[in-house]
């Protein structure tokens, strides 16, 4: 991997971190569905203007159903469920257990192609689980009011993405930047009942708007754009490693600007959610698969 690629992964990484801290402020303020519906109207403003500067089309009469699908279990429902989340756990918690969605991937396909996992998988999964159990387990944000709900809701969010994944291997031969522009417009759609189950508690300030803006455009429309020109330039294995780097950016930016505390049980179980991953995943970097094909 170059120079350049690996500095826009790193900037993918940093900026899905930064979701985390976005959701974590503008959350407990403008609620979870304004807030996601804030964030999926300003994704798909954004990715249509690139999409008129490229010329590209969604091609809505063909593919509505696929946006649909997409938009529900890759948009509306995790980040709702991610923003519930907000409310009450740490920006730190929450990039952590989002990294488990490959984890749920694979499990989903096990069980619907209804195959025993391999003994590589199963110990990943063994070693995620344990990881979410000591975070969870010793962060001190679990004793609060409302806490278990939350952390169900950040646990249920990931399952959603892995549901999302298991489709669109078998879903239709779409570009990616419109399987990106199609699912905001869907999720936008979607997220709308939200509205109703979660009203908004207060009036918010131009700074929440603003995290809400950058939820949208930024860890949304341009990461996308980042993370399918890395699937084009390096391979989607490459690209992947953005799965072990983002819970890294978003303890960081929770240590950095919500003064969060991050204790040893935190970086150990971070660790072990990574390995569980990587386990799952079948992960080799580059280097490793020249070494063994030389």
């Known amino acids: 991997m170059s120079t350049a690629n690996?500095?826009?992964?790193?900037l993918l990484a940093?900026?899905?971190g930064g979701s985390f801290l976005f959701m974590r402020i503008a959350a407990p303020a403008l609620g979870p569905g304004w807030l996601i519906e804030l964030r999926v109207v300003f994704a798909a403003l954004f990715l249509a203007a690139i999409a008129v500067l490229l010329k590209?089309?969604?091609?809505?009469?063909?593919?509505?159903?696929?946006?649909?699908?997409?938009?529900?279990?890759?948009?509306?429902?995790?980040?709702?469920?991610?923003?519930?989340?907000?409310?009450?756990l740490s920006a730190s918690l929450l990039s952590v257990l989002n990294a488990t969605a490959p984890m749920w991937a694979a499990l989903i396909a096990a069980m619907w192609q209804r195959q025993m996992v391999s003994s590589r998988v199963l110990l990943g999964l063994v070693l995620g689980t344990l990881g979410v159990a000591l975070l969870v387990g010793m962060d001190r944000l679990s004793t609060q009011d409302?806490?278990?709900?939350?952390?169900?809701?950040?646990?249920?969010?990931?399952?959603?993405?892995?549901?999302a994944t298991v489709y669109a291997k078998s879903a239709p031969a779409v570009e990616p930047f419109s399987n990106a522009h199609g699912?905001?417009?869907?999720?936008?759609?979607?997220?709308?009942?939200?509205?109703?189950?979660?009203?908004?508690?207060?009036?918010?300030?131009?700074?929440?708007?603003?995290?809400a803006l950058a939820l949208g455009v930024l860890c949304s429309g341009v990461a996308y754009l980042l993370y399918y020109g890395l699937i084009r330039d390096v391979g989607a294995t490459?690209?992947?490693?953005?799965?072990?780097?983002s819970p890294l950016f978003g303890i960081l930016w929770g240590v950095l600007f919500l003064h969060e505390i991050v204790g040893w049980y935190t970086l150990a179980g971070a660790a072990l959610v990574i390995a569980g991953v990587v386990l799952v995943t079948g992960y080799r970097p580059a280097w490793s698969r020249r070494a063994v094909s030389a």
């Open 56 to 88: 590209k089309s969604l091609h809505i009469r063909r593919y509505w159903r696929h946006y649909l699908i997409l938009g529900l279990f890759n948009a509306a429902i995790p980040f709702v469920l991610f923003a519930y989340a907000a409310k009450t």
């Open 6 to 10: 690996l500095l826009r992964l790193f």
């Open 183 to 211: 699912s905001m417009w869907a999720g936008a759609v979607l997220t709308l009942p939200a509205l109703l189950m979660f009203p908004q508690p207060a009036m918010p300030s131009p700074g929440i708007l603003g995290a």
């Open 146 to 163: 409302g806490a278990l709900l939350a952390i169900g809701a950040a646990l249920l969010a990931p399952f959603n993405y892995g549901i």
């Open 238 to 245: 490459s690209a992947l490693t953005v799965t072990f780097l």
């Open 14 to 16: 940093a900026i899905w």
